[in-house]
């Protein structure tokens, strides 16, 4: 999977529980489909059929048991489907491809929230991701307290008219344990600096979202 040479943009969005990756990747996509550009989005867990039933099973608070381990392998099998079903594909004829969550959320929820470590989880991604790199990944950093706080209000709403499937398993976690995650997102920026961009998720969607437009076009190349 070296052959990565004629190939589109791989961009991720990154961060805690509701920081507004999904909120932010929406608008991005929005504005470089007006521009012109054909752009796939995307998300992990997930992204496939197979990715997708994994995703249930991570994310309902109806999972229980589970071990970090089983966790992180079933993290990286939804990635392996999804690289070679959809973001190669997409990557090869030239797409821009924006991806909710991908490899640093393994190294931050199961690396550091789990303290499974990193080593396992960049082990993990080199034997099961060929070396996909994102060109660019943009972390929305903000504080714990706030982004959990806005992810339990909207699957309070989300959820609340459907039977028992939710996405809340995360959510129930511990402020120490998104405390973790947080460091463990940011010490991925400062030991990859040329990939990944910290945004600072805190102000209004409008405010974040012309900063993220700025840092694509500028780090992409992309015309006005
Ligand atoms: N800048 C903002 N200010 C206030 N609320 C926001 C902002 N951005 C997003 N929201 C709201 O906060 C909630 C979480 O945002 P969003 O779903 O985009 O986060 P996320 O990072 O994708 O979360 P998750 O990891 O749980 O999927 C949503 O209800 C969204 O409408
Ligand atoms: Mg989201």
Redesign the pocket.
């Known amino acids: 999977m070296s052959a990565h040479a004629q190939r589109g943009k791989f961009i991720t969005f990154e ?10 990747l929406e608008k991005l996509a929005k504005v470089l489909r007006a521009g012109g550009c054909s752009v796939v989005t995307t998300r992990e867990p997930g992204g496939t059929t197979t990715g997708e039933k994994i995703r249930h099973v991570l994310l309902d608070s109806g999972t229980a048991g589970l071990s970090s381990q089983a966790e992180l392998a079933l993290m990286f099998a939804s990635r392996a489907q999804h690289i070679k079903e959809v973001i190669q594909p997409a990557l090869h004829e030239g797409k821009i491809v924006l991806c ?2 991908f490899t640093d959320s393994t190294e931050a929820y199961q690396g550091g929230g789990r303290k499974l470590g990193s080593d396992p989880v960049l082990q993990l991604h080199d034997i099961l991701c060929g070396g996909l790199r994102p060109d660019l990944t943009i972390l ?1 950093d903000s504080d714990v307290a706030a ?1 959990v706080e ?2 339990r ?2 699957n309070k709403t989300r959820h609340s008219s459907r039977g028992k499937s939710d996405e809340n398993r995360f ?1 129930q976690e511990s402020r120490a344990f998104f405390s973790r995650v947080r460091h463990a997102f940011l010490a991925i920026a400062e030991r990859e600096p040329q990939r990944v961009v910290v945004v600072n ?1 805190r ?3 409008a405010q ?1 979202h012309a900063k993220i437009v700025e840092l694509v076009r500028k780090k992409l190349k992309l015309a006005k």
């Not at 961060?15 to 932010?24: A, E, F, I, Y």
């Open positions: 961060g805690l529980d509701g920081s507004g990756k999904s909120t932010q909710d969550r929305m982004s806005r992810a209000r909207r959510e998720a102000g209004t969607r974040t």
